[in-house]
């Protein structure tokens, strides 16, 4: 028998409580939230997706409701959450990533930076790409192309820093998320690795220590899809790898 939704999820809530309900309500959401997309942006994801992020958004907020949870604690080691940029050890590379949104260009970035002991610029790179994500995204996406930039290193030891919590966190998860940003989450995971054999450890850190990144990324519409090295950089640009050396 043909029924309206209005009926249906009548039919729903009398049925179904708890949990269930819940997911149920969640997935509605999410569905017209995808609807919404297609409309507007002309912008949708497959059915697998519409459903992980329903359960994705419902465990953030029953997380959210949950006084007794940190979200901040969740995968976090004691050498998380820097304040200030620091020089790694002699022998090992710095690497900073962050990324940017430019909604009136319809456009994100994103910028890797990386560092010697001494402070010192090694290379840097950033690239500017149409369409638009969500933050989480393109901060996945930054930390996927360093991580694959690093790969093609000669670098035997390597930290990586971000001050996106949530990626890190998700990175350090083993649980699946089908959605796209999951399959970005799950390529970082696998370049992680594939450089198993060299150290390579991915940090979060506060934005105040993330500074170098966050400039680049932020100035990309204007300075996308460049590589600078040793002392070819802007004057802007200097002034900000100084400013991290006088803390």
């Given at each position: 028998m043909n029924q309206s939704f209005q009926e249906w999820l009548s039919a729903a809530v009398q049925k179904y409580k708890g949990e269930e309900l819940l997911r149920i309500c969640m997935v509605c959401w999410s569905i017209w939230n995808n609807r919404n997309s297609i409309v507007w942006n002309q912008k949708g994801a497959e059915f697998v997706e519409v459903v992980a992020s329903a359960t994705q958004f419902l465990d953030h907020w029953k997380n959210a409701q949950d006084r007794s949870y940190d979200s901040s604690f969740g995968f976090m080691t004691l050498n998380d959450g820097e304040v200030h940029w620091k020089p790694p050890h002699e022998g090992t590379i710095k690497v900073n990533t962050d990324a940017a949104l430019f909604e009136d260009s319809n456009c994100y970035?994103?910028?890797?930076?990386?560092?010697?002991?001494?402070?010192?610029?090694?290379?840097?790179?950033?690239?500017?790409?149409?369409?638009?994500?969500?933050?989480?995204?393109?901060?996945a996406i930054g930390i996927r192309e360093a991580l694959s930039w690093i790969k093609a290193k000669a670098w035997p030891s390597v930290i990586l820093e971000t001050d996106c919590l949530t990626v890190t966190?998700?990175?350090?998860?083993?649980?699946?998320?089908?959605?796209?940003?999951?399959?970005?989450?799950?390529?970082?995971?696998?370049?992680l690795t594939e450089l198993v054999n060299r150290e390579v450890v991915l940090k979060f850190v506060k934005r105040s220590a993330n500074s170098v990144a966050q400039f680049i990324a932020r100035h990309s519409s204007s300075l996308a899809d460049r590589v600078w090295r040793g002392e070819d950089v802007p004057p802007d640009f200097i002034h900000v790898l100084?400013?991290?050396?006088?803390v």
């Open positions: 970035a994103y910028a890797i930076v990386a560092r010697d002991h001494e402070g010192k610029l090694v290379e840097a790179m950033s690239s500017c790409r149409q369409g638009r994500v969500d933050p989480e995204l393109a901060e966190q998700a990175i350090r998860c083993s649980s699946i998320n089908l959605s796209y940003l999951g399959r970005v989450i799950d390529e970082c995971k696998h370049l100084f400013n991290d050396l006088r």
